[in-house]
């Protein structure tokens, strides 16, 4: 019986053995399965990891698409508007511009009429009005080597006296309305005789200097510019008290300028800016886009500096 | 022997009133009125006066485009300028062409007799506010040498900063013009103090005191 008894320790042997082995095969599917389960859920967790970066890829791409879409709908809104805006603003500037061009041109009109208008009464004065005078100073004048006796009479003379008077007034008026040395020569020397008009007729020095070309300047320019120095040295001559005024022309590369300067009592140019011819100067330098500058002080005289843009067509 | 007067001017009133006012001169003859430059010049080719009063602003012709031609052709002719114009620029583009006399419209027959008999004796005759004309364009004409260099405010105020050197675009933006304006100002006193660069003009101002 001693086999029986082997038997069963295999038996015990063997039912350990499978025991253990099954244990070991168990605790190793547990494990494998275990591993399994991690590596599953890892895998899970990658897929939900994926999973959510895609749905966050797919937000983006949503997010963006959106963002494109309200991008380019704001672009195109804005460039649309501003498109509109740009056309707006165009059409206003444009009428803007066209009405300042139109008031340029109602004023240069004017101002040509009114030129040609001085040029004609002027022409009249000095030549038709003032010959006619003239001739009749003549008559009275041979009347008076005619007859003695009408020298001593009192209104023959007075007569006389009225038509020598007149002949001067005349001429004074004919020369104030049209210079007749711009209309042939240059605007320096129109210039020079206007002062040596003033200075033997009111005693104020004027001094006046040229520098540049003004022979190509244009006859227009000319005529403006003597126009503003006579109304700038009126102005002295009514309300500045000066002794001593320079007057300086300058045609450089660019620009031509004229300045007016005294030494009298100045004024205040915020008073005044709309007064003393100042208004007309400045319209009569709108149409030909240019600047005037006032500086004066109450008590330091005045400096005006006005300049012109040079061009062909102006 | 009567002195031979040509009369040129476009009033014929003038000419009768001129004509009426030497008849009573028996030395002077006015052998002929012209009412135009054109038939002056082809009545001269007929009677030859001895002086001819010459209007110097007629329709066609000017009297400073007259006397060079009448000078040439017949240089016994003496001129005598009889205007309306008694500016200096007539006065002096007529003097240039060698004419012997220059009166105005509203001469008194005295002078007229006078100034005929002067030229005719080979003598010049310029009426007095002529003569004042030219002295006080003579004067002026000094006066403005003299004043040559006077720089204005503005110009004064630039020299200043070109001489702490300042650059035009900086003078501009401390002015607040245009460096346009700022260049022009340069340039006239550049050409006022008669030099053609920067350092030259600050050496130049120096000297003179305009700076400082």
């Not at chain 1, 029986?4 to 042997?13: E, I, W």
């Not at chain 1, 399994?36 to 859920?41: A, F, I, P, V, W």
């Not at chain 1, 990658?46 to 937000?59: D, F, S």
């Not at chain 2, 009033?11 to 006015?30: K, P, T």
């Amino acid at each position: 019986m001693g086999n029986s008894a082997k038997a069963y320790d295999y038996l015990v042997n063997y039912m350990e053995a499978i025991d253990s082995f099954s244990t070991q095969e168990r605790n190793m599917a547990i494990d494998r399965i275990e591993r399994q389960l991690q590596l599953s859920e890892k895998k899970q967790e990658i897929i939900l990891k994926e999973h959510l970066l895609l749905q966050q890829k797919e937000q983006l791409r949503k997010r963006n698409i959106w963002l494109a879409v309200i991008g380019g709908g704001l672009l195109v809104g804005l460039s649309l508007s501003g498109l509109l805006y740009s056309l707006y603003r165009n059409s206003k500037r444009k009428i803007h511009i066209l009405h300042q061009q139109k008031e340029i041109d109602e004023l240069k009109a004017m101002i040509n009429g009114e030129e040609k208008e001085r040029n004609r009464i002027a022409i009249e004065l000095h030549d038709n009005i003032g010959g006619m005078l003239s001739a009749a100073a003549y008559t009275l004048g041979t009347m008076q080597d005619e007859s003695n006796t009408l020298k001593q009479q009192n209104a023959f003379n007075k007569v006389n006296n009225i038509v020598s008077e007149l002949r001067k007034e005349i001429r004074k008026t004919a020369h104030s309305l049209m210079p007749d040395v711009l209309l042939r020569h240059s605007l320096p020397e129109a210039l020079l005789q206007y002062c040596n008009f003033i200075e033997r007729d009111t005693g104020l020095q004027i001094n006046l200097q040229n520098r540049g070309d003004f022979e190509h300047l244009h006859k227009d320019i000319q005529l403006m510019l003597y126009r503003i120095a006579q109304e700038l040295i009126q102005n002295v001559l009514k309300h500045a008290h000066a002794s001593q005024v320079m007057v300086q022309l300058h045609s450089g590369t660019g620009l031509t300028s004229l300045t007016v300067e005294d030494n009298g009592s100045g004024f205040d140019p915020k008073a005044l800016s709309e007064g003393r011819g100042l208004q007309h100067i400045r319209s009569r330098l709108m149409i030909v886009d240019g600047r005037i500058s006032i500086d004066t002080e109450e008590g330091k005289g005045s400096s005006i500096y006005v300049e012109i843009n040079k061009s062909d067509d102006a | 022997m009567n002195i031979k007067i040509a009369i040129a001017d476009d009033h014929s009133l003038i000419a009768e009133g001129v004509s009426n006012m030497l008849r009573y001169s028996s030395d002077i003859e006015v052998v002929a009125t012209y009412p135009n430059g054109k038939l002056l010049l082809s009545g001269l080719e007929k009677i030859v006066p001895d002086i001819l009063l010459l209007d110097i602003h007629m329709p066609d012709k000017q009297g400073d485009e007259l006397a060079p031609v009448i000078k040439k052709k017949y240089p016994a002719v003496k001129i005598i300028a009889l205007t309306s114009f008694d500016n200096i620029f007539y006065i002096k583009s007529m003097l240039q062409h060698k004419i012997e006399g220059y009166l105005l419209k509203h001469v008194s027959r005295e002078t007229l007799i006078e100034a005929i008999k002067t030229v005719f004796n080979g003598g010049t005759f310029l009426e007095e506010s002529v003569r004042a004309q030219i002295k006080q364009d003579e004067e002026i004409t000094k006066r403005q040498k003299e004043m040559g260099t006077a720089l204005t405010k503005r110009e004064k105020e630039i020299l200043k900063l070109i001489a702490g050197s300042y650059t035009s675009s900086e003078i501009a933006e401390m002015l607040f013009l245009s460096k346009r304006t700022v260049d022009h100002h340069r340039e006239s006193i550049m050409s006022k103090l008669d030099v053609k660069k920067t350092s030259a003009l600050v050496k130049k101002a120096a000297e003179m005191g305009l700076i400082g």
